[in-house]
């Protein structure tokens, strides 16, 4: 019986279809089984960038237990939303598991389908303020941190090392701040 407490509860997805409507159908997830769900169906991704209120960014580093870009820096924390849970929720939940902080301010600043990955991704940006060395990274998701100013975040995002997905998906953003 032991055993069973330290068992983690499966996490299940909501699905949506094209239009972002809940289909009432769900996914359990498992290691890198995202592609086993069906044509048409989607999952909500919160993806969110963190901006300290000095104007620096937060880079994180990838666990390399990760399924998907395991080792990269990426310039956002994030994940799943769980079945019930609104991206926004999902979006708060992330940010806290994955970094400790809790932002001032949360502003959706896009969305976009993934077909590959039956995606729905919400992004965000999060206005942090406070003690930058406050971040407690999440065991299994992140390794190590640093904040950059801004002419580091578009060396990093005009970088190899940069998760292009990422970009695409703050591409506005981006051009914006160049």
Do not use: C
Not at 50 to 70: C, F, N, Q, W
């Amino acid at each position: 019986m032991e055993a069973d407490k330290d068992m983690k509860d499966p996490e299940i997805w909501d699905l949506y279809d094209r239009e972002g409507n809940k289909t009432g159908e769900t996914h359990v997830r498992g290691f890198g089984n995202y592609i086993q769900i069906a044509e048409g169906r989607y999952h909500i991704v919160a993806d969110i960038l963190a901006i300290h209120e000095d104007g620096t960014y937060l880079l994180t580093k990838r666990s390399m237990e990760k399924d998907v870009y395991p080792g990269y820096w990426e310039a956002s924390a994030g994940g799943s939303a769980v079945s019930g849970e609104e991206p926004i929720e999902a979006a708060l939940r992330e940010l806290y598991e994955e970094t400790g902080l809790k932002p001032v301010s949360l502003e959706l600043v896009g969305t976009m389908f993934k077909d590959s990955s039956h995606a729905l991704y919400y992004s965000y940006i999060a206005r942090i303020a406070g003690d930058k060395n406050r971040v407690v990274l999440q065991e299994g998701e992140t390794t190590e941190y640093k904040w950059v100013d801004k002419k580091g975040f578009l060396e990093y995002v005009d970088s190899d090392e940069a998760i292009k997905t990422h970009n695409d998906r703050y591409a506005d953003y981006i051009d914006s701040i160049r």
